[in-house]
């Protein structure tokens, strides 16, 4: 199976490098495909260190009792309303193209979150959305997830990979955090795949990567998705 992506007929349409809050990401549209793609970059600035250690919880709706990340929660809401715009002009001009939200580790949660954020605020988002995420760090507490799952659970894949380490952080002790569905658990190098139940009371499938010690995880699975790294930026001060 070829894993290299075809970007022969992928058009950038928007690129962001924002400092304060930190996040960095592109808009492209892949005619191949029909997609319009919202890209989010994991950790590869020092700074976005913060961003990930800002753990603590903030209301994710006002007055609402679901918590969500507050580093992720700051740097997605920094560039909300630039790509809503962008999402919103593009999806008026491509209307039979879906809207594909994407990113790996910190820039899983932030593609998430932001997901969530703009089929709560676009008309007709919801009906053309998909959700893919790797190496994902926990978004919220339980209520969150809940919340997550009723509005973009079916077009959520949250990929997994083995014994990695960040998915199973935050730790769910910590604020009550838990995450969403939908988990495809890589089990091996072998290609194993198993898709998460979210059976628990914490919405999290107990035999999935949940199941594996976390001294036993490695950040090895964390750099390799798919048998690919992730991927190189310009500007990268270092991979994570």
């Known amino acids: 199976m070829d894993l290299v992506p075809d970007v022969r007929n992928v058009a950038l349409n928007l690129t962001w490098h924002v400092d304060v809050p930190l996040s960095d990401g592109f808009v492209a549209v892949h005619h191949g495909d029909k997609e319009i793609v919202v890209a989010w970059a994991g950790t590869h600035r020092y700074r976005a260190l913060l961003t990930d250690l800002a753990v603590f919880t903030r209301p994710y709706i006002a007055g609402a009792s679901m918590g969500v990340h507050s580093g992720f929660y700051d740097s997605v809401n920094g560039v909300d309303a ?37 089929v709560r605020r676009i008309e007709g988002l919801k009906h053309r959305v998909k959700v893919w995420t790797f190496g994902e760090p926990r978004l919220g507490d339980s209520q969150f997830a809940t919340f997550y799952n009723r509005q973009l659970g079916t077009a959520t894949y949250r990929v997994t990979s083995a014994a990695d380490p960040v998915v199973a952080m935050p730790p769910q002790f910590l604020f009550g955090y838990c995450h969403h569905g939908m988990e495809v658990w890589l089990m091996n190098a072998k290609g194993d795949i198993y898709v998460g139940q979210n059976s628990t009371g914490c919405l999290e499938d107990p035999h999935a990567s949940s199941s594996v010690d976390f001294y036993d995880r490695s950040i090895k699975w964390h750099k390799n998705y798919l048998g690919l790294p992730p991927p190189d930026h310009a500007d990268a001060e270092f991979s994570w």
């Open 82 to 118: 630039l790509v809503g715009q962008r999402v919103e002009m593009l999806m008026a001009e491509l209307p039979d193209y879906m809207v594909v939200f994407t990113g790996h580790s910190k820039g899983g949660a932030e593609a998430a979150l932001s997901a969530l954020n703009l």
